[in-house]
């Protein structure tokens, strides 16, 4: 009798744990997982894990909640003499409410007493979740990572607190970390962000190459060099490995681990070569260098890991390989935009442009013609080439007639070539309606100190770096590096921050580089990948000087 008893107490006990089970519970979705490997995992076929799961493609990103077959249905699971969930040590209503797929106010709306908080050793009786709603609205996701508040969160995002809090009714009860937040309704027509989503559980095996020349200059050690600046490109080498070393600080303060090797490249091929031989990358997640394009060439085409070449060079446009990544767009690159952009809004005016009858713009001179032939409704185009970097005045005057509106194109990167355009044009501002745009804004440009000038002639150029000075974060960033190294940052400094803050943050938050759209302090970051071309930053920033000499973005 005793043992039937004890026989029947136990099947009231199971009976009881499978009343608490539920058939169905949420499940994350890791990196490098899909839909047919979770099914397997599951036992399930992939096209029925999709019906569970409408509105979820075959690779979901990494972070997003899914429905699965609880795996402990109608198994013996621990209970407690009431019916009732036991709350252990360092639980937490978020944990509870995930472990069996219901929300934090169902879990209140059936224990009131969790209004007061909830303690250990409370008893809490489970919901069956509700029918999940099908939202067939696309979300911007974020998964709350170490450090995360709702106020960053909504800066991040450009959205309201409310707004937040409408999309996601848990986090009145405030926000806990694994928590996945909708931000806000993807908007197809925009260009698709990149959103920081880091794998905090992922190690990222990143190696640095810089032509230190650590030999030459008896230094010790590379993460706490002094180096005297003796030459340009040591300074260059200096501030680069500044901005590195500050872009992996700032990822490793929100948690993320990441190991680096430094290699001093010494600018040589052979230190290359011995760098290879001694050294596996089959394990390495991604190299940031080396410094000069035609080594990270040569590097690229010598091991299975992506190398990152951080600064534009001239040679880019003709070098390519399969694991290269070009981290700054390509002059054609930089055409375009300017060209695709004054198409849009051409509307009959005379285009006149200027050249300086340097050989190495002649094939950028024509092909640009060219282009502008293909406007809608083109009126005349004409070209004034500079003789010994100069315009002739009398000639050019004669291009403009009254009452007419005129372009003005400028292909040169010379000072003389650039100072000579726009010293005539600043004489003929004041009788025409001309606007001003140059295919290139470097170093042509530094003589040119008459900003007045350019706002009046509502002067566009194309670049892949541009600093807005007055941006918060950008201001942040500038405060940071300063007390950091004791100085402001330099241009190459905030780039090769800019480049290894991008590439880390990618390959920790989706493994793929090309994923969306991504602004840093400096750097537009729009990764393009052709088949044994490797990957192309083709991020560019259109810049126009208005005649209130505010300075402007064009989309």
Do not use: C
């Not at 303060?253 to 290879?276: H, M, P």
């Not at 005649?547 to 402007?552: K, N």
Request: proline share 3%.
């Amino acid at each position: 009798m005793k043992k039937i008893a004890i026989i029947l107490l136990l099947f009231l006990i199971s009976s009881v744990g499978f009343s608490q089970q539920k058939k169905y519970i949420s499940y994350t979705v890791k990196s490098g997982e899909n839909m047919k490997k979770i099914a397997r995992a599951y036992d399930l076929s992939t096209k029925d894990l999709l019906r569970l799961n409408p509105g979820v493609g075959r690779k979901p990103k990494p972070n997003t909640v899914i429905i699965v077959p609880n795996l402990n249905f109608g198994k013996s699971v621990d209970v407690i003499d009431d019916d009732k969930y036991l709350v252990q040590p360092k639980e937490t209503l978020f944990g509870i409410s995930q472990k069996y797929g219901i929300t934090i106010d169902e879990l209140i709306e059936a224990n009131p007493q969790l209004r007061e908080g909830l303690k250990i050793g409370m008893k809490l009786m489970i919901p069956d979740p509700k029918p999940a709603v099908i939202d067939s609205i696309n979300y911007v996701m974020h998964n709350v990572i170490k450090d995360d508040t709702v106020f960053n969160i909504k800066q991040r995002y450009d959205v309201a607190e409310e707004e937040l809090h409408e999309l996601n009714p848990d986090l009145k009860h405030g926000l806990n970390l694994g928590m996945v937040l909708k931000i806000k309704p993807i908007d197809e027509t925009e260009e698709k962000l990149f959103i920081e989503n880091l794998n905090i559980g992922k190690e990222i095996n990143l190696a640095v190459m810089l032509p230190y020349h650590l030999k030459k200059f008896q230094t010790d050690s590379i993460l706490e060099m002094n180096l005297e600046k003796r030459n340009s490109v040591l300074n260059i080498v200096t501030d680069s490995h500044m901005g590195i070393q500050m872009a992996i600080d700032s990822l490793k303060t929100k948690g993320l681990t990441i190991n680096v090797d430094y290699f001093d490249t010494e600018n040589s091929n052979y230190k290359l070569q011995l760098i290879t031989g001694r050294k596996d990358f089959s394990n390495t997640d991604a190299v940031v260098g080396p410094l000069f394009f035609d080594k990270a060439h040569w590097l690229s085409k010598r091991i299975n890991a992506p190398v990152i070449s951080p600064i534009f060079s001239k040679k880019q446009a003709e070098l390519n390989s399969a694991n290269l990544i070009k981290s700054a767009p390509n002059r054609l690159m930089l055409e375009d935009a300017l060209i695709n952009y004054m198409e849009g809004v051409y509307q009959g005016e005379e285009i006149i442009v200027i050249n300086d009858s340097l050989p190495k713009t002649q094939s950028q001179l024509w092909r640009v013609v060219n282009k502008l032939k293909k406007f809608d409704s083109v009126q005349n185009i004409s070209v004034e080439k500079l003789a010994n970097g100069f315009i002739d005045n009398e000639k050019f005057v004669e291009k403009f007639d009254e009452g007419k509106k005129y372009w003005v194109v400028l292909i040169s990167d010379s000072n003389v070539g650039t100072s000579a355009a726009l010293n005539n044009l600043k004489a003929l501002i004041e009788l025409h309606d001309i606007r001003f745009f140059s295919l290139f804004k470097d170093a042509n440009f530094n003589r040119i100190n008459d900003n007045n000038l350019l706002g009046r002639l509502q002067f566009v150029y194309p670049t892949y770096e541009f600093i807005n000075i007055e941006d918060e974060v950008v201001q942040n960033f500038y405060n940071s590096f300063k007390r950091k190294n004791g100085a402001y940052p330099t241009k190459y400094a905030i780039r090769a921050f800019d480049v290894t803050y991008d590439a880390i943050a990618r390959l920790a938050s989706n493994e793929d580089l090309r994923e969306g759209v991504s602004y840093r302090v400096s750097s537009k970051f729009d990764y393009d990948k052709k088949l044994f071309e490797g990957i192309e930053n083709k991020g560019v920033f259109l810049i126009k000087y208005n005649e209130d000499l505010s300075i402007e973005v064009l989309e």
